[in-house]
């Protein structure tokens, strides 16, 4: 992975408004959403390119959710499960993004610390990383190709 690459984040991303989001969640939520994002905590925000993620937490639990905005759609995932259509998590966490982006951790900002450390500091952060998460093994087996890895994947 060429680390030098210049990660802007999307103008699609960034033309997102309140009004448009508040438009969505009125489709999706009857309005529900506002609420919920007004009581509700979001952790970890980040932006990466053309992606937003987080963990959307509630009084009940804590989703995992993301994103993914172009010039011709949205696609949003969340751990909540929600199939049908957009839910209330992916929506709080576009207000999130519009009333809030400077919260939102660059995950290019990462990137670029990452390249002046040197290889002790990388080798230890990536054995917390697999013990944290062994799924994380499949990033640095020997199986997994450079040319797998892409944005969608960071």
């Known amino acids: 992975m060429d680390m030098t690459t210049d990660y802007k984040i999307s103008p699609h991303l960034r033309e997102i408004t309140h009004e448009q989001v508040a438009l969505l969640d009125q489709r999706a939520t009857e309005g529900s959403s506002w609420e919920f994002y007004c009581s509700s905590y979001i952790h970890h925000p980040t932006v990466f390119v053309h992606k937003i993620s987080g963990l959307?937490?509630?009084?009940?639990?804590?989703?995992?959710?993301?994103?993914?905005?172009d010039n011709k759609r949205m696609v949003t995932d969340c751990s909540c499960g929600e199939r049908s259509g957009i839910c209330k998590h992916a929506i709080a966490l576009l207000y999130g993004w519009v009333d809030d982006d400077e919260g939102f951790l660059n995950v290019a900002d990462t990137l670029e610390r990452l390249q002046h450390k040197d290889k002790n500091d990388l080798l230890?952060?990536?054995?917390?990383?697999?013990?944290?998460?062994?799924?994380?093994?499949?990033?640095?087996?020997?199986?997994?190709?450079?040319?797998?890895?892409?944005?969608?994947?960071?």
């Open 56 to 69: 959307v937490q509630d009084a009940i639990d804590e989703y995992f959710t993301e994103v993914r905005v």
């Open 124 to 154: 230890e952060i990536l054995g917390r990383m697999i013990m944290f998460d062994s799924r994380n093994l499949g990033f640095i087996d020997d199986d997994v190709a450079a040319d797998d890895l892409d944005d969608e994947s960071l």
